[in-house]
T-cell receptor
Framework: NAGVMQNPRHLVRRRGQEARLRCSPMKGHSHVYWYRQLPEEGLKFMVYLQKENIIDESGMPKERFSAEFPKEGPSILRIQQVVRGDSAAYFC?????????????FGPGTRLTVL | QQQVKQSPQSLIVQKGGISIINCAYENTAFDYFPWYQQFPGKGPALLIAIRPDVSEKKEGRFTISFNKSAKQFSLHIMDSQPGDSATYFCAASSGGSYIPTFGRGTSLIVHP
């Protein structure tokens, strides 16, 4: 049973370009979460999605960032017109949505570098 | 406002020693406290978790101690090994929330 998959693992973009990060949840999981991790900082929640729905985007910057989880295919985190401050590791997690504490399983992350 | 404070930021221990990482929280609604282990280039992985109805939970060399009145919890790694070298994150959540709040992490280095 494959775990959470993310690609690409490393992504380099120049300022002003678009970055697309993909996440395939664990088999049987329909809940996806995106987090951002800056050096020497913890994980910061960005957005929580279920299939075709955004449930909570309270951690998403108001501009340039968007996320989707279509009926078919992976979840996509999209960053438009990237700036150097977007350089970070972006982690996706998935869960089954069951159980009181809704354990999340993390992918290996995408490391975004903005030149 | 940081709701979960973690210390120390970094920790160096000799092989066979005890590693201790501490966390404190503010939100009394938190009732689930997981610890995550993250190796370089990897995503965080759940290591061990505790609920406030117990004061201690042990799994192998890893033990969580929980002090509800002080709103503090800690991770103890007994007989630390070089393979334990990683970043450790504490977190807290409540049954009514699906998003854990993470501490800033502790970078642990265990020297052989």
């Amino acid at each position: 049973n494959a775990g959470v998959m993310q690609n690409p693992r490393h992504l380099v973009r120049r300022r002003g370009q678009e970055a697309r990060l993909r996440c395939s949840p664990m088999k049987g999981h329909s809940h996806v979460y995106w987090y951002r991790q800056l050096p020497e900082e913890g994980l910061k929640f960005m957005v929580y999605l279920q299939k075709e729905n955004i449930i909570d985007e309270s951690g998403m910057p108001k501009e340039r960032f968007s996320a989707e989880f279509p009926k078919e295919g992976p979840s996509i985190l999209r960053i438009q017109q990237v700036v150097r401050g977007d350089s970070a590791a972006y982690f996706c997690a998935s869960s089954s949505g069951q159980g009181l504490y809704n354990e999340q399983f993390f992918g290996p992350g995408t490391r975004l570098t903005v030149l | 406002q940081q709701q979960v404070k973690q210390s120390p930021q970094s920790l160096i221990v000799q092989k066979g020693g005890i590693s201790i990482i501490n966390c404190a929280y503010e939100n009394t609604a938190f009732d689930y406290f997981p610890w995550y282990q993250q190796f370089p280039g990897k995503g965080p992985a759940l290591l061990i978790a505790i609920r406030p109805d117990v004061s201690e939970k042990k799994e192998g060399r890893f033990t969580i101690s929980f002090n509800k009145s002080a709103k503090q919890f800690s991770l103890h790694i007994m007989d630390s090994q070089p393979g334990d070298s990683a970043t450790y994150f504490c977190a807290a959540s409540s049954g009514g929330s699906y998003i854990p709040t993470f501490g800033r992490g502790t970078s642990l280095i265990v020297h052989p």
